[in-house]
């Protein structure tokens, strides 16, 4: 597999990852159960999910396959 192709599985499957690790946050803090480390974890995930979607921008996408016609 070329690294470009794996870098993009990797960071798609982070990215859709996120939004999932935020939500159980948020939930944890709706049933009372705060920690200040959580409010530090939030931040860390959004940072990350911003490296990630800045990083995923620059790589270049698998190129088209021309498929003839039958």
Known sequence: MCPTI????????FLAAVPRKIDGI???IEY???QP??????F?????????TARLS???GPS???VPPT
């Open 6 to 13: 794996g870098l993009r599985l990797t960071a798609t499957a």
């Open 26 to 28: 948020m939930a944890a």
């Open 32 to 34: 009372g159960l705060y």
């Open 37 to 42: 480390s959580m409010k530090q974890r939030l």
């Open 44 to 52: 860390d995930l959004e940072a990350e999910k911003g490296l990630v």
């Open 58 to 60: 620059e790589t270049v």
């Open 64 to 66: 088209p396959v021309a």
